[in-house]
């Protein structure tokens, strides 16, 4: 996977000296709003002044050191794709100035702090009436380097998949898709020429949908502009219902080229000023729990672990540490969560835990039961991880189309025993590309004379497509469709969907013993599809059972 440097991703850290956009009190003479007729003005009496339309609510200009950033193709930074009419109010209080959006269902608000080069965001959707919950920041082209796999060239790059997927001259595959980050990967996403920076720094996601581990957009570049997206709720490759309420803060900030200030951060950050400002939804720190555990027993020290915490109202997560397990997460809304142990991104174990304002819960020692990986196997092909991580071709799926020119083969056949198996095994399936993989393998006359489970884990299925299995002669039955994403995701850097494990119980007749037993993995799928969008699954592990 590309590094943070290469896309301008960062898990919020030290701010680089003189770039924290938080300045003293001091710089802010002129801090206050204005209203030029269409918009409110808001001069942060630092370098930044920003304007607010008075009838849409987008965000009509950034202007850092008198330059202006905001807006590409004749459109402007908005909360969705643009709300339309609106109604927009402003008020100061004390040393913030706050611009409240309402539109229907959703409310947009805008907030600057005296001195302070950043614009504070909040958005608060109550229904389904819009069908994403996202915030994207248009900018103006060639103020930012035109560089990385989320970066194209319109003029000479042509599109190969759905008008969002781009290939170079040189084989090489790029999308707004390709920031090749999960959530938990990430603090803050954003450009920087060295001497100017601007970024995105996210929210919790308390109110978005996906979990830890979700892949969505987070930025893109090309010759006609750039976009940094904060995005709450997206629908694509997306694994739970979408919530409702409010969303943030979460925070554009320029700085002099160098990383956001980590004070910035939304485990960091200190909200006490926004307790009095009147945000509808708005739940202090004095409202939320949090919840402690000793640690947990029967970790894999190959892999790190997550706790997730997950109800039909917010989600939330924090990483064990490694050997003992112990985990910590603060801020959390009150409620009874589903707590959720993974093994990278595999599901082992989950419980109940209530959550209760102002209170700490302290959970004893967790004992992981749900470890496929415990179970005793004759052979077994990758490992149990929720990821295809150990399969060929992906790590480069996060950040390029399967076609990519850097992808090895797709197609190719396995022999266990015959070293760096699992490296040779592809990431991926499709009918339509490299449908009908073997994998050869011996076994015992002891062993072939009993019936064995043979397990196929998923990680994600396009358009239903799940593996049927051929053991030699032995056919297995067509397995049942789980619950998958309904949208692309094989092709646009995502693998995650629901993770799902396929048992063929397969008869002592199956076997042979005199020469290599073959299986071979085959995609059906009740639907169509061609080359890349055809039916396809990604694979987590593959082993026989003793």
């Not at 004390?94 to 080069?117: E, M």
């Not at 720094?201 to 010759?223: M, T």
């Amino acid at each position: 996977m590309l590094g943070a440097s290469a896309i301008g991703v960062a898990v919020t850290g030290a701010a680089v000296a003189g770039g924290t956009g938080l300045l003293s009190s001091a710089s802010a003479a002129a801090f206050g709003y204005s209203d030029d007729g269409k918009n409110y003005v808001v001069d942060t009496g630092a370098s930044l002044v920003f304007k607010v339309s008075k009838t849409t609510g987008d965000l009509t200009s950034l202007a850092y050191r008198g330059k202006e950033y905001e807006g590409y193709g004749g459109r402007h930074s908005h909360v969705e794709s643009g709300l339309g009419a609106s109604t927009v109010t402003v008020k100061r209080s004390g040393q913030t100035v706050l611009i409240k959006v309402v539109h229907g269902a959703i409310t947009q608000w805008y907030a600057a702090r005296s001195g302070q080069n950043n614009v504070y965001l909040w958005t608060d959707k109550a229904d389904a009436s819009f069908t994403a919950t996202r915030f994207l920041v248009r900018l103006k082209p060639g103020m930012f380097p035109n560089e990385g796999p989320d970066s194209w060239i319109e003029a000479s790059d042509k599109v190969i998949e759905a008008g969002d997927v781009w290939r170079r001259a040189d084989g090489t595959t790029h999308s707004k898709h390709y920031s090749g980050k999960r959530v938990i990967d990430y603090g803050h996403i954003g450009l920087t020429t060295g001497s100017v920076g601007l970024w995105i720094v996210r929210s919790n996601h308390e109110k978005a949908s996906g979990g830890p581990f979700y892949r969505s957009l987070l930025r893109h570049s090309n010759d006609l502009g750039a976009g940094l997206y904060e995005i709450l709720h997206y629908n694509q490759a997306q694994t739970e219902p979408q919530r409702f309420g409010l969303q943030g803060p979460y925070v554009l900030s320029f700085t002099d080229g160098g990383a956001p200030s980590a004070a910035l951060s939304h485990d960091r950050l200190d909200t006490s000023w926004v307790d009095g400002l009147g945000i509808t939804g708005w739940v202090g720190a004095a409202g939320r729990g949090r919840v402690a555990g000793v640690g947990l027993k029967g970790m894999d020290a190959k892999y790190p672990y997550t706790v997730g915490f997950a109800n039909a109202d917010a989600q939330y997560w924090a990483k064990a540490a490694a050997g003992t397990g112990a985990f910590s997460c603060k801020g959390m809304l009150p409620g009874t969560y589903t707590l959720t142990v993974f093994k990278g991104e595999l599901a082992v174990h989950t419980r109940s835990v209530k959550v209760t304002a102002g209170g700490a819960t302290a959970l004893n020692s967790i004992s992981i039961t749900g470890d496929p990986s415990t179970a005793r196997t004759l052979w077994r092909l990758g490992d149990w991880d929720g990821t295809p991580g150990e399969f060929k071709n992906a790590e480069l799926m996060t950040y390029a189309h399967p076609s990519d020119a850097r992808a090895a083969k797709w197609t190719g056949n396995v022999t266990l025993g015959g070293g760096d198996e699992a490296a040779s095994f592809p990431a991926y399936m499709w009918k339509e590309v490299n449908d009908g993989v073997q994998v050869f393998f011996r076994l015992t006359k002891e062993q072939a004379a009993a019936a064995h489970t043979l397990r196929v884990g998923v990680t994600d299925a396009f358009a239903g497509g799940r593996p049927r299995v051929t053991v030699n002669d032995w056919v297995s039955p067509v397995p049942a469709a789980p619950s998958q994403p309904s949208t692309r995701s094989l092709t646009t850097g995502s693998y995650r969907g629901n993770n799902h494990v396929f048992t063929f119980n397969v008869p002592a007749t199956a076997w042979r013993t005199d020469q290599d037993n073959v299986l071979k993995l085959n995609i059906v799928s009740g639907s169509s599809g061609t080359a890349f969008l055809s039916p396809g699954t990604s694979f987590d592990c593959v082993d026989l059972l003793a």
